[in-house]
């Protein structure tokens, strides 16, 4: 099953490297999927995974490496989705906040139950959605941040495309993805977990 994970990560990777629309956003863009996978090489023993957080993982990263290929704002499938739906933007953009929210929920979720952080359900999903919040605002701070020093390609990395709530939005979006989650996913997750526990949480 790792082979077949590490198999899909390398294909997509590898396509996505190929003639990217700018390879500075693409550095930009992947890097985050690359830090993810080195930092679950360095902890697959000590830290193994329930598969639902890896499947998680493997389609958020796929979804940072479409990104980095085309750039957010000329995602070609969401061009085409425009006329459809009525959008005035390329809307792909959401989908990567969306899963920056909805992936990082199950992450943090089962760090704090493994680790035994937080017993009680209320408070350790409120925790959650706080960290995922956090987590969305550091990124439009990296981004900010590199708007300022990147000049001509802060467009393209920003993927605003004139849209001057931009950075509200995916914030929002973000949230709403880490509640998807955590309704969504806490089931499938306490059943995967049981495995590292004599009971499920």
């Known amino acids: 099953m790792k082979l077949i994970w590490l198999f899909i990560f390398v294909g997509v990777f590898v396509w996505s490297g190929i003639h990217p629309k700018d390879y500075f956003i693409w550095i930009l863009e992947v890097a985050p999927a690359m830090l993810g996978i080195a930092i679950m090489v360095a902890t697959h023993k000590s830290f193994p995974l329930t598969p639902l957080l890896y499947a998680l993982i493997l389609i958020h990263c796929i979804i940072l490496m479409v990104g980095g290929h085309y750039t957010y704002a000329d995602v070609p499938l969401f061009d085409a989705l425009k006329p459809i739906f009525g959008f005035e933007r390329n809307n ?6 969306f899963a920056q929210g909805f992936v990082p929920a199950m992450i943090a979720r089962e760090i704090l139950i493994r680790k035994q952080v937080v017993a009680f359900d209320g408070w350790r999903n409120f925790i959650i959605i706080c960290i995922c919040l956090a987590f969305s605002a550091f990124y439009e701070l990296i981004e900010w941040f590199v708007a300022i020093s990147s000049g001509e390609s802060a467009d393209a990395f920003l993927g605003t495309q004139g849209y001057a709530w931009d950075t509200q939005t995916d914030m929002a979006f973000a949230l709403l993805g880490a509640c998807c989650s955590l309704a969504m ?6 059943r995967q977990l049981g495995k590292f526990f004599k009971s499920s949480p």
């Open 92 to 97: 792909y953009d959401k989908v990567g906040h």
């Open 185 to 190: 996913l806490s089931g499938i997750h306490n």
